[in-house]
């Protein structure tokens, strides 16, 4: 705000009235007027008495305090969204450790069981492949059985009767 604040002890005579009760508004600035309409009155700053100074001044230094007031408001919340982003980071980093961790651990687990299931079907393949030499040892053996059991036959059925 680049008005020009009044020298002298208006501001602490504003304070001085609002201790003692009194309004800092003049009484011509609000009275029975209707709110949101502009009186009629010319706005010139030499015209306004000394009282609309102290509200004035009063006022400007309201304004000064709640934009202070908002400043300071707006620097907490900056540094806390500063500080939530940098507890947020540590815990995504952290986060990302973790799981990398367990990844690897999950990883050694299943190699591990991988080598162990891979062992217990290498011993099945090889019962199996030696159940399958035993079948073929047999069917072998039943050929050689059939066939003889053929040749017996065709002996019995070829001789004559006497």
Sequence with gaps: MSREEPEGPEPEAAAAAAAAGESPF???LGGDEPRGEE????????ALG???SLYFASLDAAVEGLQQRVQDVLSRLNGGREEAHTELSGVRD???????ELAEQLEERLFHRYGFHNGLIQ???????????????AQAELRRICCTVE???QDLCLQPED
Excluded: I, M
Aim: proline letters at 13%.
């Design 151 to 153: 040749a017996a036959y």
């Design 94 to 100: 952290s986060l990302l450790l973790k799981v990398s």
């Design 50 to 52: 000394p009282r609309s």
């Design 39 to 46: 009186p009629d009155r010319p706005c010139a700053g030499p």
């Design 26 to 28: 003049p009484a011509e």
């Design 123 to 137: 011993e099945r393949l090889q019962a199996l492949s030696e159940v399958l030499e035993r079948v073929e040892g």
